[in-house]
């Protein structure tokens, strides 16, 4: 486990060093990691530190107002409308890698316009062990990692968390008394709603894994699950009151791990597991089935892209 006090002061003069008199933004999800970098940042160059939030028409529900109240200690703070200009780039794109690809190409050209406008020439980002190590190994690209393009403007990348696991990251974030909800919250994946969507990234798809990823994390949350979601996975026949249809298959994922390296999946309650299939039928008209996933990592990766 990390030392937690060194580091902190180990990785606040390291990014003191790395940016010099210079300034940087931040980007910014909302999840432990990128906040942890955020506050390290912070503590480093204070107001010569931009936070961009991008919104990508990707994310959790309700993730664009949690930033603005979690992150209003930060009157730099600028949240970025994006969500056209992403789903315009994966329209089309079916491949996992290609799907990853497009966004980490995406975040970067938004970081370069706001950095641009912020005289910035620094970007700090959130990647943790585990992402390289992925990335590396090529089991997935992250879009911060391998999802990166070859040519980006900036004179660095500072990453202050990269060889921690999540588990260590989190124990810095108490350490940083950044708050329960952000100190304990799951994992969501940079790429976001995109990889919990087989095959194109429509608008439909995006929406309803929305709806059904809510929905898992606030019925599995008794459950303390590492990490619990729903990913739109195919189409089936189902009926909806008298009328035969062809609807969404979800899946549901809801898993125990240390530091997501391996995992495995929780024998969640049959009752459970009920509630979660009655509401997000329930609460999409285009769903036609519920099913759990039963495997661990490995052979499974957590995500499904």
Same mark, same amino acid.
């Given at each position: 486990?990390?030392d937690v006090?060194?580091?902190?002061?180990?990785a %606040?003069? =390291?990014?003191?060093?790395?940016?010099?008199?210079?300034n940087?933004?931040?980007a910014?999800?909302?999840?432990?990691?990128?906040?942890?970098?955020?506050?390290?940042? $912070?503590?480093?160059? #204070?107001?010569?530190?931009?936070?961009?939030?991008v919104?990508?028409?990707?994310?959790?529900k309700? =993730?664009?107002?949690?930033?603005?109240?979690?992150?209003? $200690?930060?009157?730099?703070?600028?949240?970025?409308?994006? &969500?056209?200009?992403?789903?315009?780039?994966?329209?089309?794109?079916?491949?996992?890698?290609?799907?990853?690809?497009? *966004?980490?190409? /995406?975040? *970067?050209?938004?970081?370069?316009?706001?950095?641009?406008?912020?005289?910035?020439? $620094?970007? @700090? /980002?959130?990647?943790?062990?585990?992402?390289?190590? =992925?990335?590396?190994?090529?089991?997935? +690209?992250?879009?911060?990692v391998?999802?990166?393009?070859? @040519?980006?403007?900036?004179?660095?990348?500072?990453?202050?968390?990269?060889?921690?696991?999540?588990?260590?990251?989190?124990?810095?974030?108490?350490?940083?008394?950044?708050?329960? %909800?952000? =100190?304990?919250?799951m994992?969501?994946?940079?790429?976001?709603?995109?990889?919990?969507?087989?095959?194109?990234?429509?608008?439909?798809?995006?929406?309803?894994?929305?709806?059904?990823? !809510?929905? %898992?994390?606030?019925?599995?949350?008794?459950?303390?699950?590492?990490?619990?979601?729903?990913?739109? %996975?195919?189409?089936?026949? #189902?009926?909806?009151?008298?009328?035969?249809?062809?609807?969404?298959?979800? +899946?549901?994922?809801?898993?125990?791990?240390r530091?997501?390296?391996?995992?495995?999946a &929780?024998?969640?309650?049959?009752?459970?597991? /009920?509630?979660? &299939?009655?509401? *997000?039928?329930?609460?999409?008209?285009?769903?036609?089935?519920?099913?759990y996933?039963?495997? !661990?990592?490995?052979?499974?990766?957590?995500? $499904?892209?």
């Amino acid at each position: 486990m990390v030392d937690v006090e060194p580091f902190i002061e180990e990785a %606040v003069a =390291e990014i003191e060093s790395a940016i010099g008199d210079g300034n940087a933004i931040i980007a910014l999800s909302g999840g432990v990691d990128s906040s942890v970098a955020a506050a390290l940042a $912070y503590r480093a160059i #204070g107001d010569r530190l931009t936070p961009v939030y991008v919104d990508t028409g990707l994310m959790r529900k309700g =993730e664009t107002e949690g930033i603005r109240e979690t992150f209003s $200690y930060m009157d730099s703070l600028r949240i970025v409308g994006a &969500q056209d200009r992403f789903l315009d780039a994966l329209a089309g794109v079916t491949d996992p890698e290609g799907k990853r690809h497009a *966004i980490g190409e /995406q975040f *970067i050209r938004e970081f370069e316009r706001e950095a641009k406008s912020a005289d910035a020439d $620094y970007l @700090v /980002q959130g990647t943790i062990y585990p992402d390289r190590i =992925e990335s590396e190994g090529n089991i997935k +690209s992250h879009h911060n990692v391998g999802g990166l393009p070859e @040519v980006v403007d900036f004179e660095g990348i500072v990453e202050p968390v990269r060889d921690l696991y999540k588990d260590e990251v989190r124990e810095v974030a108490r350490e940083l008394e950044l708050g329960a %909800v952000t =100190e304990e919250r799951m994992p969501f994946p940079g790429p976001g709603l995109a990889i919990r969507v087989i095959g194109e990234a429509t608008r439909e798809k995006v929406a309803v894994a929305r709806k059904a990823c !809510h929905v %898992v994390e606030e019925e599995t949350a008794e459950h303390d699950p590492w990490q619990a979601f729903a990913a739109v %996975v195919g189409k089936a026949t #189902g009926v909806k009151g008298d009328n035969r249809v062809h609807g969404w298959i979800v +899946s549901v994922r809801s898993v125990e791990s240390r530091d997501g390296m391996t995992a495995r999946a &929780q024998e969640l309650p049959w009752e459970t597991l /009920q509630r979660i &299939q009655s509401r *997000i039928t329930g609460e999409n008209d285009n769903v036609a089935r519920v099913v759990y996933d039963v495997t !661990h990592k490995p052979p499974a990766t957590i995500e $499904y892209e």
